[in-house]
């Protein structure tokens, strides 16, 4: 029953966090950029593999070795965490230390590769966020541990995650109103400026008319 009760909750929470993947093509000195959510100290495991557009077979082919891509990760206030060269085939990991949009950009060597230029390429790219970057299998091997224990430990992995995710929610939900307030503050400031200018304006205009009835004596 408990073997049960636990599946059914693990399943639930990877639905809620699953990873994702995707591919998608890049020119000769294309640059693609990709924004991704996450919260303080969560691992990030990202995966790619590149496909070379041959134009006698008309189809993707496995990339040749000397073709390799540039990985960048920036945190949200612009700060370079990872900036390195990786081959046709990579994977690299980074962990975040401050909670917002992180940027990934990867672009090809292009320009030192004769045979890519002109050409296209097809990048296949996986990211897992937080505890789908463990290898429960690995760890399953390394720790002993059966199968009802390893469900908890994948459990106990994911509240933490809830957890993180949560902290980032309450994070971004503070962040928020403080910009509206800021805002309302704003909002306020200028009305009571606008009220001011025009209690002043009317007072000009009362004396100006004034001077004007009294100038051609008419009061």
């Not at 303080?40 to 995966?47: N, Q, S």
């Not at 965490?81 to 230390?97: A, C, M, V």
């Not at 025009?198 to 009835?213: D, R």
């Amino acid at each position: 029953m408990l073997s049960s009760t636990a599946a059914g909750l693990f399943l639930v929470l990877a639905w809620i966090y699953p990873s994702y993947a995707l591919y998608f093509h890049i020119g000769e000195t294309e640059k693609k950029c990709f924004i991704e959510e996450i919260p303080d100290e969560t691992m990030v495991i990202g995966k790619y593999r590149t496909q070379l557009w041959d134009k006698q077979s008309g189809s993707f082919l496995p990339s040749t070795p000397g073709l390799g891509m540039h990985v960048e990760i920036k945190d949200p206030d612009a700060k370079i965490i990872l900036s390195r060269q990786y081959g046709s085939d990579g994977r690299f990991t980074f962990t975040s230390h401050t909670p917002g949009e992180h940027q990934i950009c990867l672009h090809s060597n292009s320009t030192k590769m004769a045979l890519f230029a002109g050409g296209k390429l097809r990048v296949h790219l996986d990211i897992q966020v937080g505890e789908h970057t463990n290898n429960y299998p690995e760890i399953a091997a390394k720790d002993k541990l059966t199968e009802l224990q390893l469900r908890v430990r994948q459990l106990l992995d994911q509240v933490e995650q809830i957890q993180k995710e949560q902290n980032y929610q309450r994070f971004r939900e503070e962040r928020f109103r403080m910009t509206s307030e800021s805002t309302n503050q704003r909002v306020l400031w200028w009305s009571i400026a606008q009220t001011l200018i025009l209690i002043i304006t009317g007072i000009w205009q009362m004396k100006h008319l004034k001077s004007f009835f009294e100038a051609k004596k008419l009061v």
